[in-house]
Every structure is written in C-alpha cells, then in structure tokens.
C-alpha cells in the first residue's frame, strides 16, 4: 500500500438501485490526495462527482443506494471497513464536508453558534463555554462579521454568502486534515464566489488542509487547484496537474470541455460543442462511456471501456481513452 | 441610425412593495428597477447583467408588460408600448417572446409538446392543420429537434431539449425580439454551447434581436454585441462588448469581471476581491448605491448618486470618477 498518500480511493464502485435493478453511478475510481494538495474533481451533471465525495464520507443514503467495492484509505485505515461508529469520530472531525446550499444543510431552529458547537463538544473534549469560545473564534477566522452577536442568529437571518461561511465554520471546527467541499460556490453570485474562494484557500494554508473540490466551472479549477480528474458518466476519464490538463489535455472529453467554455478574458474564438447528453446511469454506453459523442471514436471503443492508466514516461497523467491513452500509442494529434 | 433600433427604453422603473417582520409587518419598498435606460438594435445581442436581486429580470418582464412598469417609455419601432390595452398588447406579444432559466416549469407537464407548440396557432387561426403542421415541423427542424418531438411530454427531454422546445414556441410567430431570461445557465456546459449556437445560428435565420439576461459574464463575452450592468436596480455601465470587456470603467464592473474566474492557469492570480455583499434594494444606500463596496468612494460618493456620463459615443457610465 501506498503510505505516502493522506487519501486514498481504490477501485470504488457506488451504485444505485432503480426499479429493481442495480446501476452503477460511479465505478472503479481511483484516485489519491496528498497532504495540503488541492484536487478538483471536475465533471458535469450526472458525472458522479458528488457520488464519489459521498462514498468517500460514507454518506451514500441506503437504500437505494449502495457501495458495492472499492476501498478509501485515509493514512492507511480503510474508512470503507470501519464499523459506522468509528467512521462517525472521523467524519467532521479528521475529514469534513461543504455543501452547495446551505439553507438545506443548516437546520433552521437551531441557532447558527450551537450548530457549530456541536462538533466541537461530539468530537473533541471540550465544555460547552470552551466550545463556546471556538465557536466564536471560528466564527471571526471565516470573516463573519460581529461573530459574538450573530453567534444567536439563526440560518434564516444569514445571506447565502454569509450561510456559506457558517458551513464552513462547521466544517472547520474540529480543524479536519481533509475537506471535501461540493460545488461550495455554485449558488453564489461571482463576486461573494471570489470571497468564498478566497477563505477556503486562506484556510488551508492556515491548517495545512488537503481539499477535494468538486465544480463544473472550469475557471474555478484553473483558479483554485494543484491537480484535476475529470469525470464523465460515472469514470474518471483523465488525471493530470493543472497546468498540464489545460495545456494539453489527452481525453477528448477533456479536451472538447475546454474549447466549449465561453471565457470571460475573450480568448474564444469560435464556440465548439459536444453532439447530443451525457447519458443517464440506466442507459451507460457498453462501452467507452463518451464514444457515442466522441470524434475519435473506433469500434474497440464501443465494445470495450478502455482502463485509466497512465501516460507513459508521465505518471502523473492518467487517461481512459482507447485512442489517446498508452495502451496503443496512436499519433499525438490527429 | 435610428430605424435601426427596435427597441428603445426610457426611464424604467419598478418598485415593489414587500411586507416584512413579525407579528407586526411593515411595508417596505422594493426599488427593483430605477430610472433604467437602453435601446436595443435589429439583430443584436443586448446582455443585461448582474448579480442576484440587480432587476435584470425585472427590466425582462416589464417589456414584455408582464409585470406593469411604474414609470417610463418602452418604445417598440418607436412607439410607446405601455398604453396599449390588453389585447393590443396580445397581438404585440407575438412579436416579442421570453424564455426562461427553467424550462420544464414554463411546459405543460401535461400536454404534449405537439399541442404545446400548435396551441398559439390556433388560438390566432394562422391556418389549417395542416398548414399548422408545416409550420412546426419547419421550426422543429430549425431548432434541432426531430418530429417525434411532437408525440412526447416535457419529462421525457433532457434539460437542453426542454430549452429547444422552449425556443421553438418562442419562434412560432416570427417574433422580431426575444427576451432570454438566463437561457443557459441551468444547463452543463456540453449543452450551453449547443444552445448559444442555437441562438446565434436562429438570429441569422429569423433576423432577431435577444435581450439576453444573465450573470456569467463569459457567456455575455461571448455572445453579446452590446452589454449593461446592472446594480441595485440601475445600470451602472453600458456599451459595446468589446470596450466594456477591455476597457471597464466603471469600479463595479471592474470587480466583476476580476471576480470571473478564467479557464487558463496560467491566468491564475490574485483573485481580486470586492469586500462586503449586495446591498438590498430595499435599503439602498445614500449616494452612489455602490459606494459601501467601493475601493475608489470618494466623499461625493457617499452624498450624490452619480449622474450618467458617456465616455465614448459607445461607452457610457454612472460613476462620479469620470464626471
């Protein structure tokens, strides 16, 4: 086993049950996170993205749904063997979650100060003035400002920025090695989206967190991330560092996903698009998961899905993909 | 020059009255849209944007007179629009037409796209069923859905299908002004640039005009002649795409284009950050509504709201630093 990585996920397969029938939402993921790294994990609606952070949290509702293998190693253990009562002294305090919308993830009759005390007091051995007093501090380290007064306030009383920092707060308490934040920005407007950014980053410098951090905004991950996995129908399809994902990206779902992007700076030219949808979990392709879309798409690539595997003499990129992966070094670009 | 604007609006505004507070409410005024000015030319993309609570859906809706404005002009080929009466505002409609973010809320559930679509037809006797019927299918074609489309119900679509359809009944009637009220932004990105597409290639085709209603100013970039930006119920800075993208002038502009976050790493930077929240339009400050957020408020900032200015005969802007 690999002892260096902080997190790792091994060969994880979540599946869901509809109608009777089991349907894998994500399968056979595989991927690490390193101590104070940032990982994006990018991908549409439907790519699996939440999927995986949720088996990773082992908070995958069950029914319907069901981790039927894998293993997620955090500094050795695997989280995926714990008996449920070890997994929750990890989860919020040795590894937390941010949520896209708040107000659905804050109870609303508590006041915002117990709900941040109260892993404080779960987790750690501390009274309820001490707890008090961190919640406070907490409160004024995510810049919400007169933290003492709005520490009575409830969820309701809060902007959806200011909401944000409570659950980050939350998050933060227990001051966790690893934060899986879930399109944390999404719902924000673009100027309290660079506040929210700003914070997170701030923070994980502070604490010497590793984040998983999963959007579909491809200007966030160029902003925000050390490494990338793109995700498409439940796969990951490609693994690369930042730079090296942008600068030559080797998937073609990748590659499509960034000449598709309109950006703000004005380097479009001329807008491309991906024929036809990302296809639902009961209907995956037999193959290739993005074949039926894809341009450089062979008959190996609708009978068989090729594997993640990394590139040779690069083995930090890794890429699924018949064509452009290593298993047939076909020419570089057509 | 000026047979070629469609669309002229003058002075638009439209408060809101709200109750607030428990057990014993007091009545509060929205200032939703305020003394808001533009014109629209033939076959432009004008892009009103902003953040949440700024009134561009407002400014939407009021054209179409779905919500009644309070005050102003809305001229449409140079004629005021607010005094018609119910059914001349009907017939009117067909030249102007809306889409919305979520197109599944705006279909039937119940009915079949098929009826969906031939229902205005009918209802305006443009022909019979079969002409009726060649008038779809030609639309169906025109948006990229095939004519099965017509036998299926609103569930059975994807979310970018939906939003076809949606453009498909927009387009039943040749309007000559569509007003999209954030068209893509529910939409994964594969699918967004299908649609902006979509639209781009359907302006050429029906000779239209978009009043195109967003907050991602990537998308606006890209699609939009000319843009205005709206905050707290007034625009803030107006004018041609490409001055406004690289010239902003006005402080709020600037802060939301550095807050735009750029698909390259290499573009990585400090991302510049605008402290404070929207105010609400409920509490607008004194003086220049942005002023709280400003890093360039100066004293006359916090007493006069600025007085508009245009820069350029193609760039104008409301901010005390250029008057």
Request: proline letters at 7%.
């Amino acid at each position: 086993m690999n002892q260096e990585h902080l997190l790792e996920v091994r060969n994880l397969t979540t599946a869901f049950r509809i109608r009777g029938n089991l349907f894998p939402a994500v399968r056979g993921i595989d991927l690490h996170l390193d101590r104070t790294e940032t990982l994006a994990l990018v991908g549409e609606s439907g790519s699996g993205k939440s999927i995986t952070a949720l088996s990773i949290m082992r908070l995958i509702p069950q029914p319907p749904g069901e981790i039927v293998s894998g293993q997620v190693f955090m500094k050795g253990i695997d989280l995926l063997s714990l008996p449920e009562e070890r997994m929750r002294k990890i989860r919020g305090n040795q590894m937390a979650m941010i949520f896209q919308e708040p107000m659905t993830s804050l109870n609303p009759v508590l006041t915002v100060g117990l709900q941040i005390m109260e892993a404080l007091i779960y987790h750690q051995d501390v009274t309820a003035p001490e707890a008090k007093e961190r919640a406070i501090e907490i409160m004024n380290q995510v810049k919400i400002p007169s933290a003492s007064r709005r520490f009575k306030d409830y969820p309701h009383q809060f902007s959806g920025g200011m909401r944000q920092r409570v659950m980050i707060a939350m998050a933060m308490a227990c001051r966790p090695e690893i934060i899986l934040a879930d399109e944390p920005t999404t719902a924000l407007d673009v100027t309290i989206q660079a506040q929210i950014l700003y914070l997170l980053a701030e923070l994980k410098r502070e604490y010497n967190m590793a984040m998983i951090f999963i959007t579909h905004n491809l200007g966030i991950v160029a902003s925000i991330a050390d490494r990338v996995a793109v995700m498409y129908g439940g796969e990951i399809v490609e693994v690369a560092p930042v730079g090296d994902l942008f600068e030559k990206p080797r998937h073609p779902y990748t590659e499509m996903l960034l000449l598709v992007v309109s950006r703000v700076d004005g380097n479009t030219e001329k807008l491309s698009y991906i024929p036809g949808q990302v296809p639902s979990i009961d209907r995956m392709p037999p193959g290739c998961h993005y074949a039926p879309r894809c341009d450089l798409r062979t008959d190996l690539c609708d009978r068989q899905d090729a594997d993640l595997i990394p590139l040779p003499g690069d083995p930090a990129r890794r890429v699924r993909c018949w064509v452009r992966g290593c298993r047939r070094e076909i020419q570089d670009k057509p | 020059m000026s047979s070629d604007i469609l669309l002229r609006v003058e002075g638009l505004r439209k408060f809101f009255t709200v109750k607030r507070g428990f057990p014993n409410p007091v009545k509060l005024t929205v200032k939703a849209v305020d003394d808001v000015s533009f014109e629209v030319r033939r076959r432009e993309s004008f892009g009103l944007v902003g953040e949440s609570g700024c009134g561009k859906s407002t400014v939407g809706r009021s054209i179409l007179r779905l919500v009644e404005p309070d005050a102003g002009q809305i001229l449409f080929h140079g004629k005021d629009i607010l005094p018609l009466d119910r059914s001349q505002m009907q017939d009117l409609r067909r030249k102007m037409q809306i889409i919305f973010q979520d197109p599944y809320s705006s279909l039937n559930p119940r009915r079949k796209i098929g009826r969906t679509l031939a229902e205005p037809l009918h209802v305006h006797r443009m022909g019979t069923g079969g002409e009726i019927r060649a008038i779809i299918d030609r639309i169906l074609d025109d948006v990229g859905l095939s004519p099965e489309t017509l036998d299926k119900f609103p569930h059975e679509f994807s979310g970018g299908q939906r939003q076809r359809i949606a453009i498909a009944r927009a387009l039943i009637f040749r309007p000559e002004l569509i007003i999209a009220d954030e068209p893509v932004s529910a939409l994964d990105v594969s699918i967004q640039s299908q649609i902006l597409l979509l639209f781009e290639k359907l302006q050429a085709e029906y000779d239209l005009s978009y009043i195109f209603v967003a907050h991602d100013l990537a998308v606006v970039r890209y699609f939009c002649h000319r843009v205005a930006i709206m905050y707290l119920g007034r625009i803030v800075e107006q004018g041609d795409r490409n001055r406004l993208f690289e010239e902003p002038r006005h402080p709020y502009t600037r802060a939301l284009l550095a807050a735009s976050p750029i698909p390259d790493p290499r573009a990585r930077r400090q991302m510049a950050r605008l402290e404070g929240e929207v105010a609400s339009a409920i509490n607008t400050p004194e003086g220049c509504y942005f002023h709280p957020r400003c890093p360039e408020c100066r004293e006359i900032c916090r007493q006069e709201y600025p007085p508009w200015h245009w820069v350029t005969p193609d760039q104008g802007v409301a901010c005390h630093l250029y008057v």
